[in-house]
């Protein structure tokens, strides 16, 4: 008979390789690492391919919790009591198109119920296959869903007991997730969180930042941060620049190619006080919100306005600094309170710039940030929304604490 003690860990499953610049993949780890830092005994898991995939001792035990290591926290801004463990894929595993070799099937199908199962406790993953194959197994689980889809839920899994709480970011996405055979009662609207590091003041960093990249003392600094695409607002940041030539602007974030295509771009146009720094690590970008003058928002309206987390959006606020943003549905709620400096309409360089330029006259830079952002985003930490997720979570079903 199994020790029923040894079941002690809180799962999170990614069913793609770390490190990666997806804001889905910095919304996955930082759930992970919030709930490590509740004291809860935490795995995020995910594949590994290449080299190491390929480790006789790592095939032949799988499942080996371990220290973060220093790439992921560096990348992700991770803390020190979030474990890991990656589950070796060899070759021929995603290199053939079939669900036999498929990573995700190999992991629920395999990994899962032989090498995982034992120890854990609860699951938690976007990763649906992943939790039917928790819930089929007897193991309960927390299912995340962040976009549209019109794909219906399978009935059994989601009435069954087992699975615990669906979590969304907006309403839109819960109606979508009701439609599609959800029950209301079992979803819930959260937001995203912030990494508390953000909110350590950087001045020495910081100023380094600016040293970097302004031509002068007196040269105002305008920082984006998040995806390099279009529906970001990147085009429009753009026009934003070539209308404030005096004004430095830098976008970090983006894949290789995003970048190398925005840097041609910005040169056919003549642009040349605009600056795409590609994915800064979260350890470092910090100090880079903290070094702006203002922080952009710039994205456009349409369907991904309806359902966009404001993931960035929280960053931008522990940093406090004065922030211009874009009025778009999923960002309503906001408009109330004084942590964003300036509103506009979307898709309107003009209008983006107009807001800018006031901002930057009506709110001087601080070193130590302005506090009504600071202590505004204080609710929306990764701790306090894993708490919140695991209040849903049947006392007896919790994972093991640790501290």
């Known amino acids: 008979m199994k020790d029923p003690t040894l079941k002690k860990h809180y799962i999170f499953f990614i ?23 509740l004291g809860y005994s935490t795995v995020l898991v995910y594949p590994e391919k290449g080299a190491k995939a390929i480790n006789l001792a790592n095939l032949a035990r799988p499942f080996q919790p371990r220290q973060t290591p220093t790439e992921l926290i560096k990348y992700y801004n991770l803390h020190d009591k979030l474990k890991v463990a990656p589950l070796p894929m060899p070759w021929p595993i995603d290199h053939f198109r079939s669900k036999f070799t498929d990573s995700n099937t190999i992991a629920s199908k395999y990994y899962l119920p032989f090498h995982i199962l034992p120890t854990t406790k609860l699951v938690h993953s976007r990763n649906w296959n992943f939790v039917k194959a928790a819930i089929k197994n007897g193991v309960p689980a927390i299912y995340e869903h962040h976009h549209h889809e019109d794909k219906p839920f399978e009935p059994e899994i989601v009435t069954n007991p087992l699975l615990q709480i669906a979590v969304t970011v907006v309403d839109t996405i819960r109606e979508s997730m009701i439609k599609n055979g959800m029950p209301p009662e ?44 279009q529906f970001k607002g990147i085009d429009v940041l753009i026009d934003v620049a070539n209308e404030m030539p005096n004004v430095q602007f830098a976008c970090a974030g983006g894949k290789p190619t995003e970048v190398e295509f925005y840097q041609q771009l910005v040169k056919e146009k003549q642009i040349y006080n605009i600056k795409f720094l590609g994915y800064v690590f979260h350890n470092e970008l910090a100090s880079l919100l903290q070094a702006a003058d203002v922080l952009a928002h710039p994205h456009c309206s349409g369907k991904a306005a309806t ?20 009025e778009i ?16 309409e979307p898709d309107n360089s003009n209008k983006f710039a107009e807001s800018l330029k006031q901002v930057l006259e009506t709110h001087p830079r601080k070193i130590e940030g302005y506090p009504d952002s600071i202590e505004f985003v204080k609710q929306f930490s990764w701790e306090n929304r894993a708490a919140k997720i695991l209040s849903y979570v049947d006392e007896s079903l919790l994972p093991q604490l640790i501290v």
């Open 329 to 344: 549905p999923s960002l309503v709620e906001f408009q109330d309170t004084q942590a964003i400096a300036a509103w506009c």
């Open 307 to 326: 359902f966009t987390s404001p993931l960035k959006l929280f960053d931008y606020f522990a940093s406090g600094t004065p922030i211009v943003s874009t």
């Open 15 to 37: 069913g793609e390789e770390l490190p990666q610049p997806e804001a889905h993949l910095v919304q996955s780890t930082n759930a992970a690492n919030g709930a490590a830092n």
């Open 186 to 229: 079992k979803v819930i609207n959260l937001h995203n969180g912030f990494n508390r590091l953000f909110m350590q003041r950087q001045p020495e960093k910081a100023a380094e930042w600016r040293q970097k990249l302004l031509r002068d003392e007196s040269q105002k600094l305008v920082v984006y941060a998040g995806a390099l695409q």
